[in-house]
């Protein structure tokens, strides 16, 4: 199986204070893995670190086989359109409305008209079970789940081939944080993507990892589907987790 | 005593990192400027640094002509020369009072709504967006506003003249009873193109002292809406600071060296 993401060694330092020592992961193409771990241990600073936001102390990533510190700007953008992220809070455009939000990469880097981008939006919005009016709305207009699902939309659009989820149903109603769970797995089944999801919600990870990556004070603990920790491993964080998962 | 080098040291290894940066961001936005993908932004943020700051600049400018003509017409009549007044104040508008008005006033307006609106970007990881999506922050959010403050300040510092100059004019020749003809006449004639041109070197180097240090703040926020806060208040001091010092180097540099 192809690996689409392998980090070797990484270490992320703020200032004298190490948050992420030492850290090995191989992803493959398709999979689904949820990086699990309590508040403050490291997964989103591991996933802005993948993603090139947070620059490592040392250690390497290569995402499509590729090496992400020797590229030049152009093939770290045609690398970047195949990855999408959705951000804890969204992270939505204030200054953009619904559309403008969703079609920013068209927008920005490419000469199509605004027209056909708005149509696209459009579009990716519909699939996720947004109405069409909401497109000339703005992210202050919007409820949490909408705004979730927008990013989403964001994320999707350029028929990314992996996508983040940083802690997706985070600050969101048990209705709406369902749905939004139902969604991520379809999304994973219909856009055929990689998803790399980052949460301490361990009923989340149960069912939409296929594989979970455990992760306290930076270092990676264990890794394995949730049926194998939940069997073998003895380690007690893991234990308490499955005690919360059922 | 060791305490207090240690203290001071500290403090100046911290002024010289931040000069280093703030001008590591100047360089890195005005190479940036050249390449721009989108430049429907810049006329955005023409409107906010300059229209919307041309109210605020015009009456300023209009009541420190007016005042400087009261001032000086009432010293100078002591010994009958209330007649050059009016070069007093074109003299001091264009070449020092002009720019640093402008600057102090933009930086306290537009300074402190960019580091507030970047600074709310960063905390709320709007910016972590656009790197995800490789737009590189600096391109998008700062060079833009470079080429607006570029284009914005040297007009409001044209526009403020004339302004100043109506003020003085209208408290000159109405209340201090100089005559018209005499008024102008002494406005333009102590002013040459050397003043003008350096009072538009001026309002220039403010203009990008003013964007890049209050990106900087804004880039560098931290810690929810008290880092926003925070971010704003040292955009707009660290402006004032700077506009300050620039104009002691560049007058100094034209007018005594």
């Not at chain 2, 008005?101 to 709504?113: D, E, K, P, Q, T």
Request: net charge positive.
């Amino acid at each position: 199986m192809e690996k689409v993401i392998v980090v070797k060694n990484l270490s992320v330092r703020f200032g004298k204070k190490e948050v992420l020592s030492d850290i090995n992961l191989e992803i493959e193409k398709g999979e689904s893995v949820v990086i699990i771990g309590p508040s403050g241990c490291g997964k989103t600073v591991l996933v802005k670190t993948i993603l090139g936001i947070i620059k490592p102390y040392k250690g390497e990533i290569c995402i499509f086989g590729k090496d992400m510190k020797k590229l030049k700007d152009e093939e770290v953008r045609k690398i970047k359109e195949k990855v999408g992220m959705v951000f804890q809070n969204s992270a939505l455009f204030d200054s953009l409305n619904v559309w403008q939000n969703v079609g920013f990469y068209y927008l920005y880097h490419t000469g199509k008209d605004k027209e056909e981008v708005k149509k696209m939006a459009i579009e990716i919005l519909k699939k996720l079970g947004l109405d069409e009016e909401i497109a000339d709305m703005m992210p202050e207009q919007l409820s949490g789940g909408m705004k979730k699902r927008v990013s989403i939309a964001r994320a999707l659009i350029s028929n990314p081939e992996i996508i983040f989820y940083d802690e997706p149903t985070t600050g969101i109603d048990p209705i709406t944080s369902e749905s939004l769970t139902e969604l991520i797995k379809n999304i994973h089944t219909n856009f055929n993507t990689t998803d790399i999801t980052v949460t301490h919600d361990v009923k989340l990870a149960s069912r939409i990892g296929k594989r979970l990556v455990l992760i306290d004070e930076g270092r990676i603990i264990e890794s394995g589907t949730y049926e194998e920790l939940k069997e073998k491993s003895k380690h007690p964080l893991i234990r308490s987790y499955v005690e919360i998962g059922g | 005593m060791k305490k207090i080098i240690e203290n001071l040291g500290g403090k100046l290894l911290f002024l010289i990192n931040y000069i280093g940066n703030i001008s590591y961001l100047s360089f890195s936005s005005f190479k940036k400027a050249f390449k721009l993908k989108k430049r429907e932004d810049i006329f955005k943020y023409v409107n906010e640094i300059g229209s919307e700051s041309m109210p605020l600049v015009g009456i300023i400018s209009l009541f420190t002509g007016m005042v400087l003509v009261m001032q000086t017409a009432h010293a100078l009549k002591k010994f009958g020369a209330e007649m050059y007044s009016g070069g007093i104040v074109s003299v001091s508008m264009i070449r020092e009072l002009g720019p640093v008005l402008i600057a102090l006033i933009v930086a306290g307006r537009v300074g402190a709504s960019i580091a507030a609106e970047i600074g709310v970007m960063k905390i709320t990881e709007q910016i972590d967006a656009l790197e995800v999506m490789a737009v590189d922050p600096v391109a998008y959010l700062v060079s833009p506003r470079i080429i607006a403050g570029l284009i914005s300040l040297p007009s409001l510092f044209i526009i403020s003249f004339f302004i100043s100059i109506f003020g003085a004019f209208f408290v000159g020749v109405f209340t201090v009873g100089i005559s018209s003809g005499v008024f102008l006449y002494q406005s333009f004639k102590y002013i040459g193109i050397k003043d003008f041109l350096i009072g538009l070197f001026k309002v220039i180097v403010f203009s990008i002292i003013i964007i890049n240090v209050s990106s900087y703040q804004g880039l560098n926020a931290y810690g929810g809406a008290e880092g926003v806060g925070r971010a704003s208040t040292y955009a707009v001091v660290s402006s004032f600071f700077f506009i300050i010092l620039a104009n002691l180097i560049i007058t100094g540099l034209f007018y005594f060296v």
